[in-house]
């Protein structure tokens, strides 16, 4: 059961520090700022400690919202079909309505990311489906950035037992529990102060790419050879950025990266994965796409290739890029050994690229920039935005400059 997890399995003072950093870091939320919360069940404890700490900053209302894993599997097992083309527009509507109002939003993850492995792939996509398209509207706001929002993460159980699989559920809690606090800089005595190092860092790697103004940048490695044009009037962002509401949050925890707008009509070549990529309950290994002009027009994958080509069908933006990020090999994470299963963590182990959705804050003024205008200059438009490795110590990046020119960025996965 999702609920199996004791609490003396997290240690309670790294588990506040991290609530602690999501609300100063994070969400630096400000004095009378609503906050709305989405969680799973498991993670009662950590939401708790978030909401106490919100309240001390002078947050107005926290409201949560949590998921429970078997009540989606009830769905799966019982409910009529025509139920998986339906998503509860209303809420995230609703949500919508909230950030419009200047509401910070953050999510905790942890749902057991092989949940809906065993059940039939059909219904999961037509569900997926559904919901990006009912979570549109809450999801324009996230991705415009017009709020400060902030993600962290809880070691439910579940996630854990696919993380650790050969130990028992208590000790792999606790080793999921810890490798979640390094990862998020909280295993510190002073977490506040190594986030702002850690951000100054990553803001001289956004200032020397933003001051070069590349053209396009060109990965090569094995099994890769991928030349991703940058939009025009790309910028490069990475940890603590300004949102439109001018406040300054972080809204990943972790993050290693740092990241621009690709040109949706101009990536060209092909990559490889190095990571497994974990969604909605399969893991796709081993992914192989071929891109022209800005299109992946052959793709394929050693396990859960069928999936992956359902999320490619998604619409026509999902076979298009919306994300180049680059991170060092010898990233906390990477240097973890492990996979994670989640997103948020794993693409922090490698340089990635993501399908679907661009970020309209990756421009020059992006905030000012109407949605044509960020089409004009490159960026993609979906419903989805989904991340996947392509990064390793073998993985040699160049940034080509307008004339032609060569730059090296990356060499064995390191920062030149």
Not at 50 to 79: C, P, Q, W
Not at 320 to 327: D, P, Q, S, T
Request: charged content about 25%.
């Amino acid at each position: 059961m999702t609920s199996s997890a004791k609490i003396p399995s997290v240690d309670p003072v790294k588990l506040d520090r991290l609530a602690e950093v999501a609300i100063k870091i994070g969400l630096q939320l400000q004095p009378g700022q609503d906050l709305l919360i989405t969680a799973p069940l498991a993670a009662v404890p950590l939401v708790r400690r978030i909401t106490e700490h919100a309240y001390k900053a002078g947050a107005g209302l926290v409201t949560s919202f949590y998921s429970d894993e078997d009540a989606t599997l009830m769905r799966y097992r019982n409910a009529p079909d025509d139920s998986f083309d339906r998503s509860a527009g209303w809420l995230y509507e609703g949500m919508a309505k909230a950030f419009s109002a200047n509401t910070a939003r953050l999510a905790v993850a942890g749902d057991n990311p092989m949940l809906l492995s065993s059940e039939d792939p059909e219904k999961v996509a037509r569900a997926n489906k559904a919901q990006s398209r009912a979570y549109q509207p809450a999801l324009e706001k996230i991705a415009g950035f017009d709020i400060n929002w902030n993600i962290v993460s809880y070691p439910n159980p579940s996630w854990a037992k696919q993380v650790f699989p050969d130990q028992d559920p208590e000790v792999a809690v606790t080793m999921l529990a810890d490798a979640i606090f390094a990862a998020s800089r909280v295993d510190v005595d002073d977490p506040v102060t190594a986030w702002r190092d850690h951000n100054a860092t990553l803001r001289k790697r956004t200032e020397w790419l933003n001051a070069r103004t590349f053209s396009a940048l060109h990965f090569k490695g094995p099994g890769t050879d991928l030349s991703v044009g940058l939009a025009d009037e790309h910028e490069w962002h990475g940890g603590a950025s300004v949102a439109k509401n001018g406040i300054t949050c972080n809204p990943n925890i972790p993050t290693e990266e740092v990241f621009t707008t690709p040109h949706a009509l101009r990536v060209d070549g092909h990559v490889s994965s190095t990571k497994p990529l974990s969604h909605q309950g399969t893991l796709i290994e081993n992914i192989r796409v071929r891109f022209e002009g800005g299109k992946i027009v052959e793709a394929k994958a050693t396990r859960g290739e069928e999936v992956f080509n359902k999320v490619l069908g998604t619409d026509e933006g999902a076979r298009r890029l919306g994300e180049v990020a680059l991170v060092p090999h010898s990233s906390p994470i990477s240097a973890s050994g492990l996979l994670f299963f989640n997103t948020l963590f794993d693409e922090n182990a490698a340089s990635h690229i993501a399908l679907g959705q661009c970020y309209s804050k990756c421009f020059i003024n992006g905030g000012e920039l109407s949605p044509d205008e960020v089409a004009a200059r490159g960026g993609n438009k979906s419903l989805i935005h989904i991340d996947w490795m392509i990064g390793s110590g073998e993985i040699e990046v160049d940034g080509i400059n307008k004339d032609g020119s060569v730059v090296p960025v990356m060499r064995k996965g390191e920062w030149v």
